[in-house]
């Protein structure tokens, strides 16, 4: 499955120790991730990860196209919902394009470890079925 991740710079160390916690399990996945998020990840994991652009500078955007063609099984945005971000309604985008299409999202550390999880045991291979 084709797992999107995304985290802002207060959150990249939560998503660094997420990934540390659950590597055996997205090991057995292709990851996507905004360009700084992605390099993170890569550095603790030893994981190979699809980078995008950083964030800002358009990354949310090409996950989101990905999201928009049905390209993407999950998508983990570790937020941080009090500090406001320039480019907020390329944020708000991912959200809309995930309720759209039907894609789970976490945006928070509890619900991204209740996906991960659900993934190993099978729960999201509807999302196989839903794409053909």
């Known amino acids: 499955m084709n797992i999107g991740m995304i985290a802002h710079d207060s959150k990249k160390k939560l998503m660094q120790n997420f990934c540390i916690a659950y590597r055996g399990i997205l090991s057995k996945h292709n990851l996507y991730a905004t360009g700084t998020t992605g390099r993170l990840i890569e550095e603790v994991t030893n994981l190979s990860v699809h980078k995008y652009l950083a964030g800002h500078l358009g990354g949310e955007q090409q996950l989101g196209s990905q999201i928009e063609h049905n390209q993407m099984d999950l998508v983990i945005f570790l937020r941080d919902p009090l500090t406001p971000k320039s480019h907020e309604p390329d944020v708000n985008n991912i959200f809309q394009l995930c309720d759209k299409h039907n894609i789970p999202l976490a945006t928070n550390l509890a619900t991204a470890e209740l996906l991960v999880k659900a ?14």
């Open 119 to 132: 993934l190993e045991r099978g729960d999201l291979d509807w999302r196989d079925i839903f794409k053909t």
